[in-house]
């Protein structure tokens, strides 16, 4: 079993900045996946990034050159840093570990962003 832990999120203006924090209960030395999700009320959870244990990134769209995933395997963390918000932005977002051998999928407790117009 995994544990993931998200921190960072919060209430900002549009245009301005958050970084969120996922950190995993232990190391996972096979190949992995983490990514960010999101949910917003009323529709369903998407992807907004993933970063692979080669270190290959993917991003939805929408947030392409705006958010940057990225990891610290030392510290069992995975970041998202979130510039130039904007309200279509405001969702809960997840953290998640995908194991590829396994197929095992954990996923955190979620951490509002809220991006004021």
């Known amino acids: 079993q995994v544990q993931l832990v998200e921190s960072g999120g919060g209430l900002v203006e549009a245009g301005g900045s958050l970084r969120l924090s996922c950190i995993a209960s232990?190391?996972?030395?096979?190949?992995?996946?983490r990514g960010w999700y999101r949910q917003a009320p009323g529709t369903q959870r998407e992807l907004v990034a993933t970063?692979?244990?080669?270190?290959?990134?993917n991003y939805k769209d929408s947030v392409k050159g705006r958010f940057t995933i990225s990891r610290d395997n030392a510290k069992r963390a995975v970041y998202l840093q979130m510039n130039s918000l904007k309200p279509e932005d405001t969702a809960i977002y997840y953290c998640?570990?995908?194991?590829?051998?396994?197929?095992?999928?954990?996923w955190g407790q979620g951490t509002q962003v809220t991006v004021s117009s």
């Open positions: 232990r190391r996972i030395f096979s190949p992995h996946i």
């Open positions: 970063i692979t244990s080669d270190g290959a990134t």
């Open positions: 998640n570990l995908k194991v590829l051998h396994n197929s095992a999928d954990y």
